[in-house]
């Protein structure tokens, strides 16, 4: 019973390398989301996605692009890495928004030096 | 806008209760949660609140109050595992979710 796998766990890049983040449920959840958490801020939302081959723009999503291809996974990329986007990314999914808890993966770090 | 206000950090004793409180201002009201967070982990869904009242789970209970943007977590017999960030969470009338920072919550023996 995996939930939402992430991966990979940990990664440092260096200023304008790319990477792909990997979010995978098993849940058949319609919704999924890309979060990112700093340090006394609240989660900000990057991107979501409604169901399988939609996404919509979050709250911080410069700099960053989605992808869902399969309902089951929600990939999250950057382009040209930048220090500022030093965090720890959550994906989550739920089967409603409205009243539905979010189920979280374990987090990936990311550093960018 | 959209804001969530919670305390940074408590400190509460080993047995005792606390009471962890959230004021909220969004447009429009579909919801109040509450996740817990340990150090390095993922949040984790404590409770759902969207009528006015308390919701009771075990240890773990939740107050909402819409026409006041106020809702509270408290609990009870509190052990160390309690040690967490909580987060208190509004939903908007767009089904938004808006998060606060987190109550960093410390338990001492």
């Known amino acids: 019973n995996a939930g939402v796998t992430q991966t990979p766990k940990f990664q440092v890049l260096k200023t304008g390398q790319s990477m792909t983040l990997l979010c995978a449920q098993d849940m058949n959840h319609e919704y999924m989301y890309w979060y990112r958490q700093d340090p006394g801020m609240g989660l900000r939302l990057i991107h979501y996605?409604?169901?399988?081959?939609?996404?919509a723009k979050g709250e911080v999503p410069d700099g960053y692009n989605v992808s869902r291809l399969k309902k089951q996974n929600f990939l999250l990329g950057l382009e040209s890495a930048a220090p500022s986007q030093t965090s720890v990314y959550f994906c989550a999914s739920s089967r409603l928004p409205e009243g539905g808890e979010l189920f979280f993966g374990e987090g990936s770090r990311l550093t960018v030096l | 806008g959209q804001n969530i206000d919670q305390p940074t950090e408590m400190t509460a004793t080993e047995g005792a209760i606390v009471q962890i409180n959230c004021t909220y201002q969004t447009s429009g009201f579909n919801g109040l949660f509450w996740y817990q967070q340990h150090a390095g982990e993922a949040p984790t869904f404590l409770s759902y609140?969207?009528l006015d009242g308390l919701e009771e789970k075990g240890r773990f209970s939740s107050f909402l109050s819409r026409s006041k943007g106020y809702s509270y977590l408290l609990l009870k017999e509190l052990q160390m595992k309690d040690s967490a960030s909580y987060l208190c969470?509004?939903?908007?009338?767009?089904?938004?979710?808006?998060w606060g920072a987190g109550t960093k919550l410390i338990i001492k023996p």
């Open positions: 996605s409604v169901g399988e081959g939609t996404t």
């Open positions: 969470v509004a939903m908007d009338s767009n089904y938004q979710l808006i």
């Open positions: 609140n969207v």
